[in-house]
């Protein structure tokens, strides 16, 4: 792994000189530097990236994520002695081995002469055999690898051997240029101009390091336009060139260049070449080329219309070469619609091509392009010349989908029958439908952009709707990944969506509240909420919580709020909250009395006095013994009158001293019946026969079976919650205007449903159960005019039975039925 940058600066400021190379993924092609001691034999019009050699390990990589292709470059400024800055990259090399020097550019450190080097024979760099082959194993691909410095293709495992590679794992000695076998070198030179590629001297340097000296021997080289030769060094790669014309055949090998003698390739031809059609419409002039310069004519693909050689029609084929077909109007040998023969006489006398073919009688027959195509309509006229008219029948037309038939008539027909069914088939994709309507294609290819979103959740796919999961994210970024607060990093390559490092260091924001940090370093925008304890007073200011963690601001005893609202007769009864209470009117009930009845108005709050509306509460009435119970409203006539009557009395006793009107807890307007009789006649043989807590009820308890009973000791709450929801139900029956009212009990056992089963049996009601188990539920029906109320309830009369004190059972009941009352009216 590379070093950080860190070491590698401190190490920027020795005097020494060091061979590197930029490293990059995207590097461009390397063009090795020739060894000329000069620049004038380098190639001209050709940009080199010349290696850099300076006292640092490496320049600064390029920056920037996978995507932008933009690369800033940096620039260095070299460390060289000037003894050796007019040498040429072997001499610099040389000088650096003998010295130990050299650094490695996969792991930038030294390359000790005792150590064993792979040099790449493109870029002539230097690098530990171990490192090489570390990149060798993890970047080769099917036997082909990558050079780290000029990315040049290379095959087969790196091996040490010498420079000119005759002699593998040379031996070391303090007389030769380390690592090289001290024999000639005897590699074959390169010259940069391909037209002078054609060396076959062998350097005669001892093995060395870098590229090999130009070729100095003295060849015979011929100028560009091969006038004219002259001798020049077989290394020399600048062309030759005199003052001559050129007069090299151009690209469409008729016309010749008329430039003077230069190294480059002749220009392509300018000049046109007119062409025709072979109609004589049209006229064109194309490039001229090899392949245009011999074609004279083409075809214009307009209809040819020369006139035949009867000269009465044209000719109706598209711009063809050659000679236009004969007219065929004359050779024709039977009448229009094939049937007949055409006679001797009849022959003889049609000599011109315009004359009309003579007919028959016969109906036409010929197959027209409606109706069925395994029967198609015949033409029913009569022999005729020129194209058949369209019949009169209807065709069974089917759309293009197949799915909509319809009768047309056939000379109605104008177009290709379309439904209006939208195809909704899916798509290749898998994830869209079809839209088009009366589709007929046989397969439904998706064109649309797939736009899903990658897994770094930053780019969207670019590829044309696919089935399945997108490709991963192939975008990267060449920078270090720094943590929040800058202690740990990641180093590039990174691909697009890596998370930053995790940080076990404290989080180091700043927070509003002053509190300490209890996190650690976080790449969140915002901090997670503090949960510091602290004391704040809730929305009302009622009283002072405690143990609130820091991050919630605002706080709610659940009191009632109590501010004063608007109307300034109420105040606010929701639970504490944050202002304003409520900004509309206000809506609760007027709790001012009623001047006649005392109760509270209970119209929405209003200003000014409260209206004369009739009273809706439910008040008590009874008869005069106390017996007979029921509830009215307070605007009842009756009940009016014995208000005004008591009224009266009270004033009447106080001699009009009391101005307010008396409290009546139960209005006696109700007429005793034979029961009160009955009770009251029971009342007065127990109090002569010292009776007490007799039981004045005339009727008789009823007879609830041994299972109720049982039950009824078990589970007392669940035998009182279906003798109210039966009592109720009986009672809201009662009092309906329809005939009949229905109670649905919850999900429940077989033993619960039993008991309602027959507990709805004393009340005279009708019980249904329904769904299977375990989702079992029982119906009950109480009848208006069938259903009656027991007297007592099956846990009343198991208390009896035990000896416990009697309890009235129409007490509850009662005052359900005053509760339900109320809220009708």
């Not at 245009?292 to 009465?312: D, E, R, T």
């Not at 998706?446 to 930053?458: F, S, V």
């Not at 940090?517 to 919580?545: Q, S, V």
């Amino acid at each position: 792994m590379p070093r950080t940058s860190r070491k590698r600066n401190n190490r920027r400021n020795e005097s020494t000189v060091r061979v590197t190379s930029n490293l990059s993924p995207n590097a461009p092609e390397f063009i090795p530097i020739a060894n000329n001691e000069t620049s004038d034999n380098q190639r001209e019009n050709v940009v080199i990236q010349s290696m850099a050699f300076f006292g640092s390990s490496s320049t600064s990589n390029s920056s920037g994520s996978h995507s932008n292709s933009n690369y800033e470059t940096t620039t260095t400024i070299s460390t060289i002695p000037d003894a050796l800055k007019n040498k040429g990259q072997r001499d610099l090399l040389i000088n650096l081995l003998n010295e130990s020097k050299v650094d490695c550019v996969i792991c930038y450190e030294r390359a000790k002469n005792v150590e064993q080097i792979w040099n790449c024979r493109n870029c002539y760099q230097i690098m530990h055999l171990k490192c090489i082959i570390v990149w060798f194993i993890k970047s080769h691909s099917n036997a082909v690898w990558r050079c780290p410095a000029c990315q040049c293709e290379m095959t087969g495992k790196p091996k040490y051997v010498c420079f000119c590679g005759t002699l593998p794992n040379p031996y070391h000695n303090n007389v030769d240029t380390p690592h090289s076998c001290g024999q000639v070198c005897g590699l074959q030179r390169k010259n940069a101009n391909s037209n002078y590629n054609d060396c076959h001297h062998k350097c005669t340097l001892l093995c060395h390091p870098g590229p090999c000296p130009q070729c100095v021997v003295q060849v015979l080289r011929s100028c560009a336009c091969g006038k004219k030769r002259e001798y020049a060094q077989c290394g020399q790669s600048n062309q030759i060139v005199c003052n001559n014309v050129c007069l090299k055949k151009l690209n469409c090998q008729i016309h010749e260049c008329q430039k003077i003698c230069h190294a480059n390739k002749c220009d392509p031809c300018n000049k046109g070449c007119p062409q025709m059609c072979y109609c004589g419409k049209s006229e064109r002039i194309v490039p001229c080329t090899s392949e245009n310069a011999m074609v004279v004519y083409y075809s214009c693909g307009n209809l040819c219309k020369k006139k035949l050689s009867c000269k009465n029609h044209l000719c109706q084929k598209l711009c063809h070469v050659g000679q236009c077909d004969p007219c065929i109007a004359l050779s024709v040998n039977r009448c229009p619609c094939g049937k007949r023969p055409l006679t001797e006489d009849e022959l003889s006398n049609r000599t011109l091509c315009i004359q009309p073919v003579p007919t028959c009688d016969q109906p036409c027959g010929k197959p027209l392009e409606c109706g069925p195509p395994e029967s198609p309509h015949l033409c029913e006229q009569t022999c005729h010349e020129g194209p058949c008219v369209r019949c009169e029948l209807k065709t069974k037309y089917v759309c293009k989908c197949g799915s909509r038939s319809k009768e047309i008539k056939c000379n109605s027909v104008t177009t290709e029958l379309t439904c209006k069914k939208k195809c909704n088939k899916m798509m290749s994709c898998g994830k869209h439908r079809c839209m088009v309507v009366c589709c007929n294609a046989q397969e439904h290819i998706c064109t649309r952009t797939c736009n899903g979103l990658l897994n770094c959740r930053q780019h969207r796919c670019d590829r044309v709707c696919h089935p399945g999961s997108c490709s991963m994210c192939y975008e990267a970024s060449f920078e270090e990944l720094y943590c929040r607060c800058g202690n740990s990093f990641i180093s590039p390559p990174i691909r697009c969506g890596t998370r930053p490092p995790l940080c076990t260091l404290p989080c180091s924001r700043e927070h509003e509240c002053g509190h300490t940090a209890t996190h650690i370093c976080h790449d969140e925008d915002e901090c997670p909420p503090c949960l510091a304890l602290t004391e704040k007073l809730c929305y009302g200011g009622h009283e002072l919580r405690f143990a609130i963690p820091c991050h919630i601001k605002n706080v709610s005893c659940g009191m009632p709020c109590g501010i004063l609202l608007p109307c300034k007769r109420h105040t606010c009864t929701k639970p504490c909250h944050a202002p304003p209470c409520d900004t509309g009117p206000c809506q609760l009930p007027c709790n001012l009395p009623k001047l006649d009845c005392s109760h509270p108005c209970s119209k929405p709050c209003h200003n000014g006095p409260c209206p004369l509306t009739a009273c809706k509460i439910m008040v008590s009435v009874s008869c005069i013994c106390g017996n007979l119970t029921e509830t009215r409203l307070c605007s009842d006539p009756k009940v009016i009158e014995y208000r005004l009557q008591v009224k009266a009395q009270s004033m009447s006793l106080l001699d009009n001293i009391v101005d307010s009107s008396p409290i009546i807890k139960s209005y006696k307007i109700l007429e005793c019946t034979t029961e009160c009789a009955k009770l009251e006649r029971n009342r007065r043989i127990a109090l002569a026969l010292q009776i007490r807590n007799p039981d004045l009820s005339p009727n008789v308890t009823p007879r609830y079976s041994d299972f109720m009973k049982d039950f009824a000791k078990k589970d007392v709450s669940f035998c009182n919650y279906v003798h109210e929801k039966l009592a109720e139900l009986v009672t809201n029956a009662k009092q309906s205007k329809q005939n009949s009212r229905s109670h649905s009990f919850e999900v429940m056992k077989y033993e619960k449903r039993k008991l309602v089963h027959e507990y709805s049996e004393h009340f005279g009601c009708e019980s249904v159960a329904y769904d299977a188990e375990p989702n079992r539920n029982v119906v009950v029906t109480a009848l208006k005019e069938k259903s009656w109320l027991p007297n007592y309830s099956v846990v009343e009369v198991v208390q009896r039975e035990s000896g416990c004190p009697r309890v009235n059972p129409f007490a509850s009941i009662q005052k359900r039925n005053t509760v339900i009352l109320n809220k009708k009216f």
